[in-house]
């Protein structure tokens, strides 16, 4: 779905209805995980939009260009970007429902197992619908036509494909740790982050919305660490006068 959107869709559309995913996720988490909000955490999710929004607007004033599509092909692009976006959310609740309420195992290779088996149901439905649909002939012609050559190619491959594996593991460890919704705001962090490496790697030109964006995803996600810090204070602090208790009953007995 999220292809599909890109496909049919400006890069600033397609950007802004991404961007929705937060809001999605608020959803899901409050739900399915009985996530509690508050204002730090609210005020988080709402500037992180704001930061990816901004990104999504600037990118039409970069020159790139609208897709020519008909209305129809339009319409089915931003279903699709708003349903993946929906659907990504409610994958990483559901994630998170099955680390809580299902598995009840505290180990890493649960979230290794997480990965791992959906990537090989992904992979051999996409190996399928490689020799399906016939495009496996023209593979070595696109090897060919690559512009930096055949090697480089699958290079860029085979390495795009490790660092996607290893993101999602990170994701998903994120959700086995925190929550969905903690994973989620760390996933659209990285979007302010990229205009960093384009003019690192890319030279890209850095504006005043790219770091006006940035410093709004830094605030927005400073805002959520507070609050998991303040959580943490107080979950010390019930520990201690719970152990409290408890020592005091056993010296009442004695």
Same mark, same amino acid.
């Given at each position: 779905?999220?292809?599909?959107?890109?496909?049919? !869709?400006?890069?600033?559309?397609?950007?802004?209805?991404?961007?929705?995913? !937060?809001?999605?996720?608020?959803?899901?988490?409050?739900?399915?995980?009985?996530?509690?909000?508050?204002? &730090?955490?609210?005020?988080?999710?709402?500037?992180?939009?704001?930061?990816?929004?901004?990104?999504?607007?600037?990118?039409?004033?970069?020159?790139?260009?609208?897709?020519?599509?008909?209305?129809? =092909?339009?319409?089915?692009?931003?279903?699709?970007?708003?349903?993946?976006?929906?659907?990504?959310?409610?994958?990483?609740?559901?994630?998170?429902?099955?680390?809580? =309420?299902?598995?009840?195992?505290?180990?890493?290779?649960?979230?290794?197992?997480?990965?791992?088996?959906?990537?090989?149901?992904?992979?051999?439905?996409?190996?399928?619908?490689?020799?399906?649909?016939?495009?496996?002939?023209?593979?070595?012609?696109?090897?060919?036509?690559?512009?930096?050559?055949?090697?480089?190619?699958?290079?860029?491959?085979?390495?795009?494909?490790?660092?996607?594996?290893?993101? #999602?593991?990170?994701?998903?460890?994120?959700?086995?740790?925190? #929550?969905?919704?903690?994973?989620?705001?760390?996933?659209?962090?990285?979007?302010?982050?990229?205009?960093?490496?384009?003019?690192?790697?890319?030279?890209?030109?850095?504006?005043?919305?790219?770091?006006?964006?940035?410093?709004?995803?830094?605030?927005?996600?400073?805002?959520?660490?507070?609050?998991?810090? &303040?959580?943490?204070?107080?979950?010390? =602090?019930?520990? =201690?006068?719970?152990?409290?208790?408890?020592?005091?009953?056993?010296?009442?007995?004695?």
């Amino acid at each position: 779905m999220y292809s599909y959107g890109l496909l049919y !869709l400006p890069v600033s559309t397609y950007s802004l209805l991404c961007a929705s995913q !937060l809001a999605f996720n608020a959803v899901t988490s409050f739900f399915i995980n009985a996530q509690k909000f508050t204002a &730090l955490v609210l005020n988080s999710l709402v500037i992180l939009t704001i930061s990816v929004c901004l990104l999504a607007i600037n990118a039409d004033n970069e020159g790139n260009p609208s897709n020519n599509v008909s209305r129809g =092909k339009y319409v089915i692009g931003f279903l699709c970007t708003l349903g993946a976006s929906a659907t990504y959310s409610l994958l990483l609740s559901l994630i998170q429902f099955s680390f809580d =309420k299902v598995i009840k195992d505290e180990s890493f290779n649960t979230v290794i197992c997480m990965q791992l088996y959906p990537s090989i149901v992904a992979t051999c439905g996409c190996i399928i619908g490689l020799f399906v649909s016939g495009e496996w002939r023209t593979l070595k012609e696109e090897m060919r036509d690559y512009k930096t050559g055949g090697v480089p190619y699958v290079l860029t491959l085979r390495f795009t494909a490790i660092s996607w594996q290893v993101s #999602s593991v990170g994701l998903i460890g994120l959700v086995f740790e925190v #929550s969905s919704l903690f994973s989620n705001v760390i996933s659209t962090l990285s979007l302010p982050m990229i205009p960093i490496f384009a003019v690192v790697f890319f030279h890209d030109k850095m504006n005043g919305v790219k770091v006006i964006s940035l410093v709004l995803a830094m605030w927005g996600f400073l805002s959520y660490i507070y609050q998991h810090y &303040l959580d943490n204070i107080e979950a010390n =602090k019930a520990r =201690k006068e719970k152990g409290d208790e408890i020592l005091g009953a056993i010296t009442e007995m004695c």
